[in-house]
C-alpha cells in the first residue's frame, strides 16, 4: 500500500492530493507565434565545474502558465501586482466542453454558472495540444458570447486549457474576448492544462509572479478535490 502511494503520479487526485495544472517554462516552447521565441540558457553549471548553477530567462509575460491583467487590452486598465488575491484563490469548478472547436453559450448554459465562481473550461485542448511545441492554431477558445455570459454571471475567473482565450483565425474575437471579460472585472488565467482532472469541483490556487505594472504575469496553478 505505501509503495503504491509512493508512486502516484502526477495528477492522479485524491483528497488530499494537490494537481498541478501548470505548464512548465522551457526553452522554445509553445508561444504565440508574432511574439519572441521564449529562451532559457543554463548559463553557468555545477555540473560542469562551475562554481554556481544559473540559469538566464527570456521570455514575454505570456508565455506558459499565466494571468492576464486589464492592462492587457484596457488603456490605463489595472496592473497584475493590483490583482485582488481571492480572485484566483479558492472554490473553482471545471467544466469540460465537448465541442472541439468552440466553447458555445449552447453548451455553457446548462451548467448554471453562479456569481463569484472560478471557472476552469477543460476542453480537447488539454489532451491534444500540448502533445507538440509548435503552436496549434485550431485549438478550443471562447466565443465572444460565453465571455459575456461569464460577466453577466459575475464570475470571479476563468481559465483555459491553451495558450488564449481567443482564436488566431479572428482577430475581433481574440480583442472582444479579453475585452469584454477584463473590463468586466473576470481575470483569465491561460495556458492550463487539464488532461489529468476530471470535471467537478476544487480548490484553486493560482497566483502570478509579482511583476510591477505587469499587463500579465507567469502562474503555477494547483487544484486540490473538495
Known amino acids: 500500500m505505501a509503495k503504491a502511494k509512493a508512486q502516484q503520479t502526477w495528477g492522479e487526485a485524491t483528497k488530499s492530493s494537490w494537481i498541478d495544472i501548470s505548464i512548465p517554462i522551457r526553452d ?18 555545477r555540473d560542469k565545474g562551475d562554481p554556481v548553477t544559473l540559469t538566464e530567462i527570456q521570455i514575454i509575460d505570456h508565455v506558459g502558465t499565466h494571468i492576464d491583467a486589464p492592462l492587457h487590452f484596457i488603456a490605463g486598465g489595472k496592473t497584475i501586482d493590483q490583482m485582488p488575491l481571492n480572485a484566483t484563490i479558492g472554490r473553482a469548478r471545471v467544466i469540460e466542453i465537448k465541442d472541439k472547436k468552440v466553447i458555445t453559450l449552447k453548451e455553457l448554459l446548462p451548467h448554471n454558472i453562479r456569481r463569484g465562481e472560478r471557472i476552469l473550461f477543460k476542453t480537447t485542448n488539454s489532451t491534444r495540444c500540448y ?31 491553451y495558450i488564449s ?22 481575470y483569465i488565467i491561460e495556458g492550463i492544462n487539464l488532461a489529468k482532472v476530471k470535471p467537478g469541483r476544487y480548490e484553486l490556487i493560482c497566483l502570478p509572479i509579482l511583476l510591477h505594472r505587469g499587463d500579465a504575469a507567469p502562474a503555477r496553478a494547483i487544484l486540490r478535490p473538495v
Open 131 to 161: 502533445k507538440t511545441d509548435e503552436f496549434v492554431e485550431d485549438y478550443v477558445y471562447f466565443s465572444t458570447e460565453v465571455a459575456q455570459h461569464l460577466v453577466d454571471r459575475g464570475v470571479r475567473a476563468v481559465g483555459l486549457d
Open 165 to 186: 482565450i481567443g482564436t488566431p483565425k479572428d482577430r475581433d474575437n481574440i480583442h472582444d474576448t479579453h475585452r469584454i471579460l477584463l473590463e468586466g472585472g473576470v
Open 28 to 45: 522554445k516552447m509553445v508561444y504565440w507565434p508574432t511574439d519572441p521565441v521564449p529562451r532559457v540558457t543554463r548559463i553557468k553549471d
